[in-house]
């Protein structure tokens, strides 16, 4: 356990690879981002930020049976988009846990049901890098 004056940091690098096919996607432990988006000229284009979560596989969870995938893949076909998967590998559990629940609250995804304050017994900073609107540093304080 911290003392109240340390501040737990945690890395959560999204990059700017992402991948169309979620069977792609690592066989590690980590947060994604479920997202839509298009293939323009250019490259391709993110829309909105549709799901995040965590998982000790990510290939697995998004290729098994993830309750949410249905809609985010329904959202993308109206729009007529393509999923994006975005990868952020976080290999401590609770590091993972308590990072999901922070990026979820501060991005309130349209499919996400939780959306509660993140709590934790010391202060936590988030340090991330993503091009989905993500700021790159979120601060946590305990909430009492």
């Known amino acids: 356990m911290s003392t109240q004056n340390e501040n737990r940091v945690i890395e959560v690098n999204f990059g700017n690879k992402f991948f169309v096919d979620a069977n792609q996607t690592p066989e590690k432990s980590g947060i994604y981002a479920i997202c839509r988006g298009k293939q323009e000229n250019d490259g391709w284009s993110f829309s909105e930020l549709l799901y995040i979560g965590e998982a000790n596989n990510i290939n697995e969870r998004l290729n098994g049976n ?79």
């Not at 309750?67 to 076909?77: D, M, S, T, Y």
């Not at 709590?119 to 540093?137: C, H, M, R, Y």
Request: proline share 10%.
């Open 66 to 144: 993830h309750e949410k995938l249905p809609k985010c893949i329904f959202e993308a076909v109206l729009n007529k988009e393509k999923l994006m998967y975005f990868v952020a590998l976080v290999p401590n559990h609770d590091n993972r846990e308590l990072a999901e629940k922070i990026l979820i609250w501060k991005m309130k995804p349209k499919f996400n049901d939780r959306v509660d304050y993140p709590v934790a017994d010391e202060p936590v900073t988030v340090i991330t890098k993503s091009p989905l609107g993500i700021p790159s540093v979120i601060k946590v304080p305990v909430h009492g």
